[in-house]
């Protein structure tokens, strides 16, 4: 039977959705799995159909959006209220996303704005609108200062597999293609150059056959997105005992391993995707976690396990994995940061590291999960899902850390001196959940 | 007795709008209000930040058409700067327009519009959309996906992500196209030509049956706001035009906007209503969108677009005020996307790599850009101070643009369907699917 799901559109741009939609043909597997009792954005069922459902009576509702309006308050309780479980689903949600910036100003200072001072107003005296309109918070919170949420899903906006995945998940829904042989037997590397003889993680010994090849082709190791094979490559022993030692991965392997619990594991740490309480305390608790998956060879099982194992002593995991992790541009490399360039300056090389060309990148502090798809284009991280670690100055942290880690040849007064505006930069999309801060301007 | 409709929330619809109807007790429509029920005040969060970082924030006003949002602040600061770009980078912000318009357009008559006709006027809610549709009609739902899928993929692959994009940089674009890639997407486009001729066929037999409806419910005149380049339709850039109810056309430089439209706020809506200033309000209530560019167009810019154009013109004539005709317009400049991509994506200059200028200097004063996103004009008037941070922002959004002139269609219609009972005799087709 269809699980019953329901979206709430708080105040957002609709991007969510659309991310959602862009799995296209994606989207042809998990449909008929869905029954939508209430998504503004495509289906007809109006709020008072909403309202009128039995309490808890929806399993999953996703809350999308943030909170700016009385209206959108109300929406967050009432979806608490209707479904059993509830995913921030979008930095919005998350944590406010750009929208949060407001919380700079007073309320008032923003409604002048908009419906008095505006360069193309004509009214002689506007005023705020007031009549079947809900108002204004007086400052931007996030859903669960307002709710428990049991999970979060973060992006702006989460990418499509992300969400489908996180679906899938959901329903214990993964169909894999559970071949005989495994990605090796395949393999261009398999008689010259491999990714683990050359003692680099790669899933291959236990991933299923059947896809394009392509991780290899670009010397990029198997991260399982196949699922498991019926029969394990000899190589497997090889990645057992690579595994039995997690404690020394370099950030290209720790992407691989991410890649690997998330796509083939189906445990949801990779994508900005949390289930913050269940299957963590599972693993915690058992060393363990109840995935869909029954058909693992011997040989996968250990992996399963050793990994599992890692993950159980290092729950952080997930945490610390930053955009970098991901990134593919050298650090270290022959250039140093001597002064802060703007976005607008010159055009950074496509091979090193933004901050040692001189940009402001939020690689460092942001979560993994996008993919780095910004860089590909040649673009600084901006943060949008999130940041790494949650403090009061997330200025002087970024500072800290591009200093240690990075070829920076300036102090941290001077850094941070050269960035004009510092909330902007550096809490572009998180601004809501900085208590300390919204707490002295509207007090 | 006063009857009050509500309609809480108006479903498929992108933004956040309630419906408020009231009909007294004689039996005249009373009242109708198109209720925006949500704005967040980008207006005033990007002051403070750097002018060059507003393209990077902005394009969250719109999830379906963040690529207007992301190139037109872009083009408002270079203007405010006074800052050319290089012939690469200007094609490919044409490519990356085009591409927006082909799937926000594609998405928006099947996903959104398609289960009004596909399931008729009175299907059950729970029905009335887009998963019904592809459930019902596979080919058709597949042919969708793959449409909306091409022109998403090709958003990406130049802006980098397709919702929210960011390789727009003051001065031109971050990167070119990789050749590989061209060459990917080159290879899909006549599929694509024929999807979209098979969509045009599909929304002409949907006129077709439904051309009671078209012909009589919501035929507003209202006066348009569209935009073109010596008289051509264009969505990256050109002159503000505005059509008359009568279909007089009076073209304007985008830098004197503030003597064109003008903004009233009403006591009912966060999005406000627009108006022609000359002509005052609420009599220069105008439409933007679809069809609002194809009355202002004196031709279209492709030549299968403009063979459209006339045959749309043919049967409707030179100013058309036929609400539902909106759809139609919106496959006219779908069929004028995928041409335009096509062109642009045999144009060497888009695997350029010679598309940022380093000659970019902040420097004091204000600018505007204008391109048209998929539902109608959308301007950025920016102010920046000497360092190039933004002092302040005038915005008037694509939907913005339409607000006043939906609740106007709204009112006609509202009187059409409960004083006259319009749809009582009207000729409605069999539903195409059940």
Redesign the interface.
């Known amino acids: 039977m269809a699980v019953k799901v329901a979206f709430m559109?708080?105040?957002?741009?609709?991007?969510?959705?659309?991310?959602l939609?862009?799995a296209?043909?994606g989207?042809?597997d998990i449909?008929?799995a869905l029954e939508?009792v209430y998504w503004?954005?495509?289906?007809?069922?109006?709020?008072?159909s909403l309202k009128a459902r039995q309490d808890g009576e929806i399993l999953v509702g996703f809350i999308e959006g943030?909170v700016?309006?009385n209206?959108?308050y109300e929406s967050v309780e009432l979806m608490r209220k209707k479904c059993q479980l509830i995913i921030s689903f979008g930095s919005c949600a998350c944590y406010g996303?750009?929208?949060g910036?407001?919380n700079?100003?007073k309320k008032q200072?923003?409604v002048d704005?908009?419906?008095h001072d505006?360069?193309?107003?004509?009214?002689e005296n506007?005023?705020e609108?007031?009549?079947?309109?809900?108002g204004f918070r007086e400052y931007m919170v996030v859903v669960d200062d307002i709710i428990n949420v049991d999970a979060y899903i973060s992006g702006?906006?989460p990418k499509p597999e992300q969400i489908v995945s996180a679906v899938q998940f959901l329903l214990g829904q993964k169909d894999f293609p559970n071949e005989e042989y495994s990605f090796c037997t395949q393999c261009p590397l398999n008689e010259e150059g491999c990714i683990l003889d050359k003692g680099t993680l790669c899933f291959g010994p236990i991933t299923s056959v059947g896809c394009s090849l392509k991780c290899p082709g670009n010397e990029d190791p198997c991260v399982g997105c196949f699922g498991p094979s019926k029969t394990a490559h000899v190589r497997a022993d090889k990645l057992i005992e690579k595994t039995n030692d997690l404690s020394n991965l370099t950030s290209g392997e720790k992407k691989a391993m991410y890649e690997f619990l998330s796509l083939y594991l189906n445990i949801p740490l990779m994508a900005g995707f949390d289930l913050s309480a269940d299957i963590l305390k599972q693993i915690k608790n058992k060393g363990e976690a109840e995935t869909p998956l029954t058909q693992l060879n011997d040989k996968a099982k250990q992996v399963a396990t050793n990994l599992l194992e890692y993950l159980k002593n290092n729950l952080d995991f997930h945490e610390i994995s930053n955009v970098c992790d991901t990134c593919p541009r050298i650090i270290g490399s022959n250039s140093t940061m001597t002064k802060v360039k703007?976005?607008?300056?010159?055009?950074p090389n496509?091979e090193e590291c933004f901050i040692e060309q001189g940009y402001i990148c939020m690689g460092p502090v942001t979560r993994a999960g996008c993919g780095g798809?910004?860089i590909?284009?040649?673009?600084p991280c901006?943060g949008?899902y999130g940041q790494t670690e949650w403090v009061a100055d997330q200025a002087s942290r970024f500072a800290d850390i591009a200093i240690k880690g990075f070829n920076v040849a300036l102090s941290k007064d001077e850094l941070l001196a050269q960035v004009?505006?510092h909330?902007?930069?550096f809490e572009?999309f998180t601004l809501a959940k900085n208590k300390q801060f919204t707490e002295e301007v509207h007090k | 007795m006063v009857k009050e409709i509500e309609v809480e929330p108006v479903t498929r619809l992108e933004g956040h709008g309630d419906l408020h109807v009231v009909i007294d007790d004689d039996g005249k429509v009373k009242d109708v209000q198109f209720n925006i029920t949500s704005t967040r005040f980008f207006e005033k969060f990007v002051e403070g930040r750097y002018c060059e970082h507003v393209p990077r924030i902005t394009p969250r006003i719109c999830g379906i058409c963040p690529i207007p949002h992301h190139i037109t602040p872009t083009k408002a600061v270079e203007d405010a700067w006074g800052v050319e770009i290089p012939e690469p980078a200007y094609k490919l912000r044409q490519l990356i327009m085009n591409a927006k318009q082909y799937s926000s357009h594609i998405l928006h008559f099947y996903a959104l519009a398609a289960p009004d006709f596909l399931l008729g006027p009175f299907a059950d809610p729970a029905k009335r959309n887009v998963v019904h549709v592809i459930n019902k009609m596979p080919d058709v739902g597949k042919m969708a996906l793959k449409m909306m899928d091409f022109g998403q993929k090709l958003c990406q692959e130049i802006g980098g992500k397709s919702v929210h994009p960011i390789s727009a940089i003051v001065g031109g674009m971050k990167k070119p196209m990789d050749e590989d890639a061209r060459d990917r997407f080159l290879k899909q486009v006549d599929e694509q030509i024929e999807f979209t001729k098979k969509t045009v066929e599909i929304g002409l037999k949907v006129v077709e049956d439904y051309w009671d409806v078209v012909a009589n419910v919501g035929v507003v005149p209202t006066y348009y706001l569209g935009m073109v380049k010596n008289g051509i339709h264009d969505i990256y850039e050109g002159d503000i035009r505005i059509v008359s109810p009568e279909g007089e056309k009076t073209d304007y430089k985008v830098q004197n906007y503030l003597d064109v439209l003008g903004e009233h706020i009403p006591e009912h809506s966060y999005a406000t209503h627009m108006y022609y200033k000359p002509a005052g309000y609420p009599e220069g209530i105008y439409r933007a969108n679809t069809l609002a560019m194809i009355n202002a167009a004196d031709k279209m810019a492709t030549p299968l677009a403009q063979d459209a154009l006339q045959q749309f013109r043919d049967k409707v004539g030179q100013v058309s005020h036929h609400t539902f005709a909106y759809h139609w317009a919106r496959l006219i400049e779908t069929v004028e996307a995928i041409e335009q991509i096509k062109t642009l994506l045999e144009d060497p200059d888009i695997v350029n790599p010679d598309c940022k200028t380093l000659d970019v200097e902040p420097r004091e004063g204000n600018g505007v850009g204008v391109t048209e996103a998929p539902r109608g004009l959308l301007l950025y008037h920016i102010w920046s101070d000497a360092e190039g941070m933004c002092k302040k922002l005038n915005l008037l959004v694509a939907t913005n643009h339409n607000i006043a002139g939906i609740e106007k269609s709204l009112m006609h219609t509202a009187k059409q369907v409960f004083e006259d009972k319009a749809l009582e005799g009207l000729n409605l087709p069999d539903p195409w699917i059940d």
């Open positions: 559109q708080l105040s957002d741009c609709w991007g969510c959705h659309q991310s939609l862009n296209h043909l989207l042809l449909l008929p939508f503004p954005a495509v289906v007809d069922y109006k709020l008072d943030s700016r309006t209206e959108d996303n750009v929208h910036l407001a700079e100003w200072e923003l704005r908009k419906f505006a360069e193309s107003i004509t009214d506007p005023k609108p007031t009549k079947h309109v809900p702006c906006p703007r976005d607008y300056e010159g055009l496509q798809m910004c590909k284009v040649n673009a901006t949008c004009k505006d909330i902007g930069t572009k």
